[in-house]
């Protein structure tokens, strides 16, 4: 990732923001909620602080060239109701995307807008090949939304994740360059 400052990408409903310190709260009760964070490897929040290292790592991340997470905010806002993003980038090869949004914005698309953005960004300026998304066999809502972004489902994957002590199928979701219809993003 050749990246100096932090984007910020633009979809028709959406800014797509660095997350920072001013977004504790936000954070905090994004992850805190759990019906958003039982498909992913985090517990609910139950301080600020969790909040803030959750940022942090986001952060660390960036720093580091090994992803890259931003925060949807509304257009012209800087309170964020979900996150989206690359947990891990390979330069001219593959990212695997990860998203959570508050609840009460589910079933209105605007997920579905979010990752066209960011997949699009992915694919014109990490040369990406290949985007990969891990799903746990029950979130229907994240199959549903992948599948109709003309991600293939690949398999699933026995004990794959392993958390909390705990080991995880994954189903295995990709989207290939060529697969992907969206040519264009706003922000680049």
Excluded at 36 to 65: C, G, M, N, W
Aim: charged share 30%.
């Amino acid at each position: 990732m050749d990246l100096k400052n932090f984007p910020t990408l633009k979809s028709d409903r959406f800014d797509l923001i660095e997350i920072n310190e001013s977004h504790i709260e936000d954070i905090f009760k994004l992850y805190s909620d759990y019906t958003v964070v039982k498909h992913v490897d985090i517990l609910p929040l139950k301080t600020l602080e969790e909040a803030k290292k959750e940022i942090e790592f986001y952060r660390e991340r960036f720093v580091s060239k090994t992803g890259i997470r931003w925060g949807i905010a509304f257009k012209e806002q800087t309170k964020i109701i979900g996150t989206v993003g690359f947990n891990k980038v390979y330069v001219g090869h593959k990212g695997r995307i990860g998203y959570d949004l508050e609840q009460k914005y589910w079933g209105k698309g605007y997920m579905t807008e979010v990752l066209d953005c960011i997949i699009s960004y992915g694919f014109k300026k990490f040369d990406l090949r290949r985007v990969e998304a891990e799903v746990t066999p029950d979130n229907i809502g994240s199959e549903k939304l992948l599948e109709k972004l003309n991600f293939r489902k690949e398999g699933v994957l026995r004990e794959w994740m392993r958390w909390n002590d705990n080991f995880y199928e994954i189903a295995m979701y990709s989207l290939l360059s060529s697969d992907f219809t969206n040519k264009s993003v706003v922000g680049i």
